[in-house]
Each structure stands twice: as C-alpha cells, then as structure tokens.
C-alpha cells in the first residue's frame, strides 16, 4: 500500500474487510451502477464543477459532457491502482464492485478501499470485463456514445501507466507493458491509433468531450485527443 500511495493519489488504496458492512463516509462502489442517482449526483458535481471554471450557468454545461468526463475520473481511480499493484506485484488484482468501496468526495483521486479479496490472482479482463464495463454501460444511459467512454477508459490506461513510469523509472517497462496487455483487450480494440502507451506518443481515436465545456465550446482539446493536431 505505501508503494502504491507513493506513485501519486490516483494509485493510493485502503483495505477493508468484506464482510464488514459500509461505514459513512465509505459507500459500496457498486451503488455507482446500481443506483443511477448516484451516480447522476457525480455527474452534476463534475457538471458544477466545469460550469463554475468556465464562469458559466450549469446549463451551459452539456451533460453528456460531465457525464463523459465524470466515468473518464471514474475509471482512472479503478485503473490506476490495478495496473499499480500488476506492476508492483508481478500479478494482477481482481477489483470487482462488490469487492471495492469509496467516498464520494469531491475531486478525481477520491478514497478507494480494495477487500483482501480483490488482491487474488486474476487478469486484465477482470478489471476491463469487470466494474469498467459497467461504469461504461451505466455512463451511455446519460446520452454519451460507447465510443467515448472506451476511448476514455484507453486513455486511463495509458495515463496511469505514464505516471507510473514517471514515479517510478525503473518500472517503465513493466508499466508500458502492463498497458498494453490491457489496451489489447477485446473491448479496447480499436480505441488507440498510436502506440505503445506511456510513451508520449499515444493518441486515441476518440474525445472525451471536455472541450466543449469551455464558454463557446472552445477549449483546449487534451493531449492524446483525435482532435488534436
């Protein structure tokens, strides 16, 4: 856990036992795909959020942007830590839904505590097939294209194994390769047009929208946007 929090707060984890029940603050994770107000309760926060650093009423903020923006947080904060602990350990975790809890604070690196459960043996798909599927699946009823959101959950992938590479020199080909095991994965084909992750060079062939949340829809496009020259 020190090596994890010590590779930035997006990786940081707490553990808790399963079969202790949730104490406030703490919520089960799974609430996010279950209860669509809860996660509709995120999305308005982002939504808040974009409006008030632009200077502009909420309404001016589209919700499928804060949407696409808010599952792009979302996924960095489950990726990061897993991709952390396949690197650090040689092995990959298991982060099921029902096996991770948080506290719905504001902010992208919010508490994220794994149950001794999660740190079985498993494999990219579990992270990919498992709660990022169903953060995908839940997010698209808010009106944002699959496209989107698998391209947000490609640049999650190569964003955390960046700043793990930069946190850490010496692992960035554990990082890089870790990545990529992942941006191979069926349901992230097709999502990446440059490669290899972590590089510098990366670029998806989707946007996350978040230009278009700027006054006028004229925000700076990210790094690894399809946008962006």
């Not at 553990?15 to 996010?32: F, G, I, M, S, V």
């Not at 069926?186 to 998806?204: D, E, I, N, S």
């Amino acid at each position: 856990m020190d090596q994890l929090a010590a590779l930035g707060p997006f990786f940081a984890l707490d553990t808790h036992h399963r079969d202790e029940p949730a104490r406030p603050p703490w919520q089960e994770l799974r609430t996010l795909v279950e209860d669509p107000a809860v996660l509709r309760e995120r999305v308005d926060g982002v939504r808040g959020h974009l409006a008030a650093a632009g200077g502009q009423d909420v309404a001016d903020v589209e919700l499928r942007v804060a949407a696409s923006v808010a599952q792009l947080g979302l996924t960095a904060r489950l990726v990061s830590p897993t991709l952390g602990v396949a690197v650090l350990s040689g092995r990959w975790p298991r982060p099921a839904l029902d096996l991770a809890r948080w506290q719905p604070v504001p902010g992208g690196a919010f508490p994220l505590s794994f149950a001794a459960a999660a740190f079985e043996p498993g494999t990219p798909d579990d992270l990919l097939a498992g709660p990022v599927r169903e953060l995908v699946l839940a997010t698209a009823g808010l009106s944002v294209s699959p496209k989107v959101l698998w391209g947000n959950v490609a640049s999650a992938v190569n964003g955390a194994a960046t700043v793990l590479a930069g946190a850490r020199p010496e692992l960035a080909a554990e990082a890089r390769a870790a990545a990529a095991l992942l941006l191979a994965h069926p349901l992230l084909r097709g999502t990446v047009a440059t490669v290899p992750p972590g590089t510098g060079r990366f670029r998806r062939r989707s946007c996350c929208l978040i230009y278009r949340a700027a006054p006028g829809g004229a925000g700076a496009l990210c790094g690894d946007c399809v946008l962006s020259r």
